[in-house]
Every structure is written in structure tokens, then in C-alpha cells.
């Protein structure tokens, strides 16, 4: 057993009791291949929440100062985790996603780039449109719906992948094409709220 499948599994046994998660869509989710799976920020405990619902390891980029935390820092890596620097350009951290993804893994992305503090879906940053026109990995919407109340049911949604041969086709920018998975994780809310 790796050490991510283990923490998964003892993650999974403290927050679902707590959260009772409601998982939907799980059989959209790809069996293989690699896999950008999108999803809206509404609490610091999503990426633990979306990686261990997913059915396949998920690798999240992780804001950089996550990595000098004592102790988590240490553990991080070993979480499918790796630093991204916020507020600019980090070709590192886009070549490793890149990379993710034509390697055949599932790269969890946030889009919206931090955390909403009203709970509603903000703009995308250009990031997911990046790694969507740049790989011919699926697509999948994720939906996180809350609230994180102990004992509330939680939500956690996955949608059917978005076709994106058009997209790369007519060589769309990344906006638009962020734009797009935006509208998608919009349509799962609102149809599961």
C-alpha cells in the first residue's frame, strides 16, 4: 500500500462521518488517461475532499508556502502534491502539470485560485484553460456544494467530461476555454444544490 492510499484511507475515515459525503456522477469519471479534473474552492478542505471521493489519485499543485509548513511540508510531497507559486507565471508548475497529464495521471486543479469566501463560484484564472488546450486529457467538472457543517450532508459531484475538439481545434484562447469548464462546474451547482 502506497502512502498516499493509506492517508486517503485514514482521511476518508475521519472527515466522511463527519461530512457524510454524497458523492454523484462517479461513473463519468475516466478509468484511464490523463484527467484534469476542475472543481470550485469553497473551504481549505476541498482538496483533501475531492482527492480522496475521486476514484483514481489525484496530484494537486499547492501553494508553495504549504511546502515550508513543519511537518506538513514533509508530508505534502508525498500527497501527489507539488509547489505552485502564486501571483505569477510558474513554468515549473506548468510543466509538472503538463506533464501529469500526458503521463496519464489526473491533475486536480482549482481554477479559481484561492478560496471563495461567499461560497459563490468566482472567475476562472486562465491556468485550467492552459493545461486543456495544451494535452488531450478529459475534462471533468467537479462540484463541491456545501455547507462544511458537522453532520450536514456534503456534496461532491462529478460531471461528464467536456468536449473540447472544438476548442483545441479552432485554437481557443485559455480564458475562453476556462471560461467554458467555469460554466460547466456553474451547471453541476445549480442542478445539485
Known amino acids: 500500500m502506497t502512502f498516499y492510499s493509506f492517508a486517503k484511507s485514514v482521511v476518508y475515515g475521519v472527515l466522511k462521518p463527519i461530512y457524510r459525503f454524497e458523492v ?17 474552492h469553497i473551504h481549505n478542505f476541498d482538496p483533501p475532499v ?12 499547492a501553494k508553495e508556502e504549504l511546502f515550508s509548513v513543519p511537518i506538513l511540508g514533509k508530508l505534502v510531497p508525498h500527497l501527489n502534491a507539488f509547489p505552485v507559486k502564486r501571483g505569477m507565471s510558474d513554468r515549473e508548475a506548468l510543466r509538472k502539470g503538463l506533464s501529469i497529464l500526458k503521463d496519464g495521471h489526473v491533475l486536480g486543479l482549482f481554477p479559481e485560485g484561492t ?17 486543456a488546450l495544451r494535452t488531450d486529457a478529459a475534462i471533468v467538472p467537479c462540484a463541491i456544494i456545501g455547507p462544511y457543517k458537522a453532520f450536514k450532508k456534503l456534496k461532491v459531484v462529478y460531471g461528464k467530461p467536456i468536449d473540447m475538439e472544438n ?17 460547466e462546474i456553474r451547471k453541476l451547482i445549480d442542478e445539485h444544490r
Open 115 to 131: 478560496r471563495s469566501q461567499t461560497g459563490e463560484l468566482k472567475k476562472g484564472l486562465a491556468g485550467a484553460g492552459f493545461f
Open 50 to 61: 475531492v482527492g480522496i471521493n475521486a476514484p483514481r489519485p489525484v496530484h494537486f499543485m
Open 24 to 40: 454523484i456522477g462517479r461513473e463519468h469519471f475516466p478509468k484511464e488517461g490523463g484527467v484534469l479534473l476542475c472543481s470550485n
Open 167 to 183: 476548442l483545441r481545434e479552432r485554437k481557443a484562447s485559455a480564458e475562453e476555454t476556462t471560461e467554458i469548464i467555469m460554466g
